[in-house]
């Protein structure tokens, strides 16, 4: 994925997740492991959670688990979890 197609999903992303107001009914957030602060988007949680803006803002990416360059990102996308825990919620979505 090129950067300026991440940037234009990145701001889109954004752009949703602040004008739209959405009544949560599933808030309930699933982590990818206990050990980071990454929620695991799904079909299911997706527009309760990026669309509720009681959440605050998102930063999602979108990976395909068979992709190495999905992989290779992984781990950068951990540490920015940890280092802006609580300012901007850090997701992934593999569908």
């Known amino acids: 994925m090129n950067l300026k197609l ?7 992303v954004i752009l949703i997740s602040s004008v739209f107001s959405y009544e949560s ?3 309930d957030i699933e982590y990818l492991n206990k050990l980071t602060p990454v929620v695991n988007l799904t079909e ?10 009681n959440l605050g803002s998102w930063f999602v990416m979108f990976y395909a688990p ?3 360059n999905s992989k290779a990102a992984t781990p950068a996308w951990i540490d920015l979890s940890k280092k802006v ?6 997701a992934v979505s593999d569908w």
Not at 44 to 53: S, T
């Open 6 to 12: 991440f940037t234009q999903l990145l701001v889109s």
């Open 85 to 90: 825990y609580g300012k901007v919620n850090i």
């Open 66 to 68: 068979w992709c190495p």
């Open 25 to 27: 009914n599933h808030t």
């Open 44 to 53: 299911i949680n997706f527009n309760d959670l990026v669309l509720n803006p």
